[in-house]
Nanobody
């Protein structure tokens, strides 16, 4: 079992920034893939960004956030971050952290943190 706890959500004006954190109950250096997803009211959950646990730490971003969001990992703190800049109202959603411990294994989810972008 892997527990994931997100934090850092809140209310921000359009154009503003937030940094989300996801603390894992195990060493993130041992987790194969970690990611951030979001779910807006009335919509399906969508993938926002992922970071792969290889020497290259390959990252992936949805087109809607590319150039504005950055995913990173701090192995010493067992934490994955999502830095969000130039936020738009359409970024409003509950953001969830995910972890896949090994290739083909189950995905673990955090409880989510609300991000609201509004003036």
């Amino acid at each position: 079992q892997v527990q994931l706890v997100e934090s850092g959500g809140g209310l921000v004006q359009p154009g503003g920034s937030l940094r989300l954190s996801c603390v894992a109950s195990i060493r993130v250096s041992g987790i194969y893939l970690m990611g951030w997803h979001r779910q807006a009211p009335g919509k399906q959950r969508e993938l926002v960004a992922t970071i792969l646990n290889l020497s290259s730490e390959r990252t992936y971003y949805a087109d809607s956030v590319k150039g504005r969001f950055t995913i990173s990992r701090d192995n010493a703190k067992n934490t994955v971050y999502l830095e969000m800049n130039s936020l738009k109202p359409e970024d409003t959603a509950v953001y969830y952290c995910s972890a896949v411990v090994g290739l083909g294994q189950a995905t673990y989810w955090g409880q989510g943190t609300q991000v609201t972008v509004s003036s």
